[in-house]
């Protein structure tokens, strides 16, 4: 046990006390929160610099276009209330009888070299466009995927002709007001007690976070228990090692001691964004967020075991690369297919996230390797029986100890093994006499 508990002390010592591991525990929330929120102001950004050049040949759009604000905005999803948040476009109105041959010395400027020249993108109105549907408005622009844009455009002129619409109809301007104003959807998840919580994009943003959270930190502190074995496998340190101590103990000082790195990384991201929350609690209050809402006590209790689980069964993989490989190059090459299937709770966070109960899903989180991932996951934006809960927890531990297990009869005898990286006929072969 002292032994096991030196390799544990050496294994942690020497990875908290790196550089990077400082650097990375205090950049990466602010890398992780540049992710989720840079494209969003690129995206803003970038709309409010686009020149859109609207040729409206039934001339009545004018007014709508002078005073874009009348015109609900693509809403983004906020709490309490759903704000509308405006996408500000600069547009250039011209009216024309004939629409698209008015648009064509447009649509060429949409290539112009020079600057000021060119404009992002022309939208067309058809001069039926009031009274009937058969023609197409059409949007055009540089990029095939604009539908932002194209979208924005579409709600602006499509909002002015059912006003029109309703007008001829001899409705009354504030009866017209009611008719074309937008409800509110408010997402709302009941849990199997009748609880009510709110749900949405705010449960699908925590979603993904504590996903990464829970998934990357396996797999980056897999790597280095695999590239250690080897490094020390090509000094010979690992023949004076297992001279002194059993390899048992040595895997399991390796992991464990890696482990425990992991969880004090995560645990200072997660005190870093607790600081946050109540550093900024009354400004998000004012908001109307309640954070309780999406995140119970339930949920670190679950974070905690759940990533333990993930993480002992990935880094029991990498043990076995390293264990088996004699370079780097080699353990690169052997872990890649098999880290893209224990990637795949990571790929499917979406459908997880969004269908958390589907056969699919509720099978996935019961298997061995994708249940930790899979069921915390579920337990953050569902309600999943307790009985189901459970049986991936078991199942996850069956799969710990099995993988435990072959791993150190693998690492008994890989660790001193050199030349040839061994065949899976071979690595049975070891598990059985080891």
């Known amino acids: ?257 890696v482990a425990a790195v992991g969880l004090t990384q995560i645990g200072a991201w997660l005190l870093m964004l607790a600081g946050l929350a109540t550093f900024f609690a009354a400004a998000v209050a004012a908001t109307g967020i309640d954070l309780r809402q999406y995140i119970r006590a339930s949920t670190f209790i679950y974070f905690i075991l759940f990533f333990i689980l993930a993480y002992l069964t990935n880094v029991c993989v990498y043990a076995i690369a390293g264990a088996i490989c004699n370079s780097d190059r080699e353990a690169q090459q052997l872990i890649a297919p098999i880290g893209v299937l224990m990637m795949l709770p990571l790929f499917l966070l979406g459908p997880i996230i969004t269908n958390a109960d589907s056969p699919m899903i509720v099978g996935l989180s019961m298997m061995p390797m994708y249940g930790p991932v899979t069921m915390f996951i579920r337990t953050l934006v569902s309600d999943p029986p307790v009985t189901q809960i459970l049986t991936s927890i078991g199942v996850s531990l069956l799969t710990v100890m099995v993988f435990l297990w072959a791993t150190a009869k693998i690492f008994r005898i890989g660790i001193l093994s050199y030349g040839k990286r061994p065949t899976i006929p071979e690595l049975m072969r070891w598990v059985r006499v080891a």
């Not at 949409?110 to 060119?118: C, F, I, Q, V």
């Not at 709110?198 to 925590?206: C, M, P, Q, S, V």
Request: aromatic content about 6%; overall charge positive.
């Open 1 to 257: 046990m002292n032994k096991l508990i030196a390799v544990l002390k050496r294994e942690y010592l020497q990875s908290v006390r790196r550089r990077m591991f400082i650097i990375m525990t205090i950049l990466f929330p602010a890398l992780m929160a540049a992710a989720f929120v840079l494209p969003s102001l690129v995206m803003v950004k970038g709309l409010g610099k686009k020149q859109i050049v609207i040729v409206d040949g039934t001339g009545r759009l004018q007014s709508t276009v002078e005073h874009p604000e009348s015109v609900p905005a693509r809403r983004r999803p906020v709490a309490a209330g759903d704000r509308e948040v405006e996408m500000p476009l600069d547009y250039v109105y011209v009216s024309a009888a004939d629409p698209e041959a008015a648009a064509k010395p447009y649509i060429h400027r949409l290539g112009a070299e020079r600057k000021a020249e060119r404009v992002d993108g022309v939208f067309v109105v058809p001069a039926n466009a009031f009274e009937s549907n058969d023609s197409p408005m059409r949007y055009y622009s540089r990029s095939s995927a604009d539908f932002i844009t194209q979208q924005r455009l579409g709600d602006m002129a499509n909002l002015a002709i059912r006003r029109a619409r309703l007008q001829a109809l001899n409705i009354p301007p504030a009866e017209i007001e009611k008719l074309t104003n937008r409800a509110q959807v408010e997402a709302v998840q009941i849990s199997k007690s009748g609880e009510a919580k709110k749900g949405g994009a705010e449960n699908l943003i925590f979603g993904l976070l504590f996903g990464f959270l829970l998934t990357m930190p396996s797999f980056i502190y897999g790597i280095e228990i695999m590239r250690g074995i080897i490094q020390e496998k090509s000094d010979r340190v690992v023949e004076v090692l297992v001279s002194s101590m059993s390899p048992r103990a040595l895997l399991s000082g390796k992991i464990i001691g």
